[in-house]
């Protein structure tokens, strides 16, 4: 079902200011959208007003073209999965799983088909009667799972589902997770605050902070064509390199004069009414090129390396500039670098992310 | 090597297991007065104890207990209670307080804990606060006004007893302390539980009844536990409103058996007295099952 938010705000009892405010937002049927933002930006806020278990201050939610502003959550046709997995704890697994069914007065037989399909694809047949406390934090995170999809939803909301899992869990349920969304084939909302986890399971990325949609776009949107500085400094690790400085004549001049940047053809274009002004530039981590496939005439940099973290195929370099600005590079894992060395380092001048230095909004 | 395990296996037999550093004499002597304390306060609460069962079967006890007689055993003083008094009367009527005030205080409480516990309402932080001040007053001051209140009940409703009443004042009494407790107990299960049963189609009611209710039970069973002692506690209330001896709950009944010369028995107000630990402990067998607690865990991370 399609999800649209018109003007969607919300301010909670007892705050001076709305928590989120003008969400415009329309995620359309069978989509996984991810909501990312940095921690207390308003995600869950945001989730739990599309549950109904939040009021909604001001604006329309509409499912698809029923405005649903003051429809019980559980007639909603939703199903949540929350961060703390919230088990009922003295209810056993198959109980868990057929809680749902049963308030909804489904035969028997039925429920137990549905229960029985939903283990059987989460694999928890074996613990069908298990308590929530016998079983382990990823089968919990399943049973959570389970639970959410035997009613079958229109719309499947997840609150930082993973976040209690260790790291190789996490991963291995971040593709069952998609996987599960297009079986179910249904509209996915995904609440999380980690950037990898959004960029590998997004259909599209809306990515809150202070209360705004600061870009709303494909994961490749948001890395290539961040929207605003915070977008290119949230999405991405490392971190994108960000360079304070002006424009001159076509070329970027960093604050300290260190570092030096011809723009091509089409940023020079795009910052024509900036020559002068306050801007930064980011550049990603991979977009720096090594000494050897320097061409004569082409811009570098020199720097010294401080710390090297070697991950066998490429190397995450940090290094410093005379003036003493940290870069982070990544470089192939077979060029060799040595601590403390000098080198020279090329920036691709297609690699440009152009910013304004008072808005820091995109400029190219 | 032979030598070195033999050498090895020996010593094993006087490794210092515990987890606590090893007694210094200073610590040793402070054990032994901690014990000391803990026998003395052990003699002091046992003895009286040991005194009502020996003279409870003593036939040798005429009306008045004489400590250092001889004794012989028989089970008249049980005779003369069930015989010669109401003492089943007074049985039967402080169970049937017990249960109500038990069954009441538990109805009343899980609303109003659980509506403490998870819904906002206007005057939520000052009303229990009231109702617990207002508490502190002793519930005797109202004597006059559960009097009246008598009255006009009986005038609406002819059956209202005298016994129903003192249900009510018990009830009414535990009500803002036992809401604050169980409000407590409530609070540490994640309202999410609910959230997520809202979600999966349930009324706040079925909410209640089929998740939160099973995860407070251990709490909800001491609150009844506590409840259903209350009469057999409790002297003052029933000897001034109930006036008749076969509504007697059993405080004021064997009371009659040591104050009132005529009807003076003390080895058989031993007797009632004793026996009077078998309603309250078979209650709490009953209830013992439901007082095992440890049932949240589990539902939240691990
Ligand atoms: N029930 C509430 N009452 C008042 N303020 C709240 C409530 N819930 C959340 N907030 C506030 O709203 C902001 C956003 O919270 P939340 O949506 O949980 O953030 P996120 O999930 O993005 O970390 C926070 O500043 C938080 O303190
Ligand atoms: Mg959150």
Redesign the interface.
Known sequence: MKVSMINLGKKY?GRENFTIRDINLEIEDRAFCVILGPSGCGKSTLLRMV???NSITEGELYFGDRLVNKV???DRD???V?Q???????MTVYDNIA??LK??KERKQVIHHRVLEAAKVLQLEEYLYS????I??GQ?QRVALG?AMVRKPQVFLMDEPLS?LDAKLREQMRIELVRLHKRLETTSIYVTHDQAEAMTMADRIVLLDQGNIQQNGTPSDLYNRPANLFVAKFIGSPTINVFRGTIQTGQFVSDSGQVRIRLNDRDQEATRNHDGKAVYVGIRSERFLPETSLRDGEDAITATIDVIENLGKEQSLVVKLPDNTELVMTMPGHLHFGVDEAHAFGIDPHALHLFDGETEVRLN | MAILNREVKKKSGDLYLSDKPPLTTAGKVGLGFTYFILIVFAFIVLWPIYQIVVNSFNGAQARNIILGGGFSFSLRHFEHLFQETNYLHWVKNTIFIGIATAIITVLIVSFTGYAFSRF?FKGKKFSLLLIMLIQVIPTFAGITAYFTLHQIIVGVVPFFSRQMLLVMIYAGGGIASNTFILKGYMDSI?P??D????????TNM?TYR??IM??VRPMLAIIALWSFIIPFLDYMLPSILLNRNQDYTLATGLFTLISDQRTMNQPAFAAGGMLTALPIVTFFMLLQNQLVSG????????
């Open positions: 009892e549950a109904g278990l019980e959550p559980k939703i199903a949540m929350f703390s997995y919230a088990l009922y704890p003295h809680f749902s308030m909804r308590k929530p406390s016998d382990s934090g919990r639970r209690n | 906002r994640s999410e539980l959230e997520a049963a809202h979600i999966d189609g349930s079925q089929l998740i099973p995860l049932l949240s865990a589990g539902s939240v991370k691990g």
